[in-house]
């Protein structure tokens, strides 16, 4: 069981929104993007929001036997990324899939990891990644799980697998 405090804006206990069926959302706080035109500003000074056990959030997320998976949003849960690893390991070994909101795109993420950082380990149990910065540019109405039109849906198994961004077919 994972024993890393986790820094967080909130969590949304069910949601049909965040991600393909009923989710549990935990929302990292803190971000280095800081989007302009971010759905969640709130989040993004490390120092605002409160902490929270994982042993906690897996007690909620324990409880709703109609749960598809967790979301991880933020803020950037890359931020606290091994932190998130070891919850997001628990949560996979409960049968729940993975999904994740990163500003980052896979290439950063796979670019950027190192054995300090855990970006590695997060990717490694996450199963869907909408990678890349939100961009008020590029906002629609009209996509699946994502904000703006350079934000992608990566099927991260694959992806790792094939060492390149594999897209999953919407």
Partial sequence: ???????LAGVIR???VDGPGWRFVIFAQGCPHRCPGCHNPETH????????????LLAEIRKNPLLHGIT??????????QAFADLARTVRALGLDVFVYSGYTFEELLAGADAQNGWLALLRESDTLVDGQYLAAERSLN????????????DVKASLAAGRAVEMAI
């Fill in 14 to 16: 069910d949601s049909i």
């Fill in 72 to 81: 991880l949003s933020g803020g950037e849960p890359f931020a606290q990324a």
């Fill in 1 to 7: 069981m994972p024993n890393k405090v986790l820094r």
């Fill in 143 to 154: 996509l699946l799980f994502r904000g703006s039109k350079n934000q992608r849906l990566i």
């Fill in 45 to 56: 000074d490390a120092a605002g929001g409160y902490d929270a056990a994982p042993e906690m």
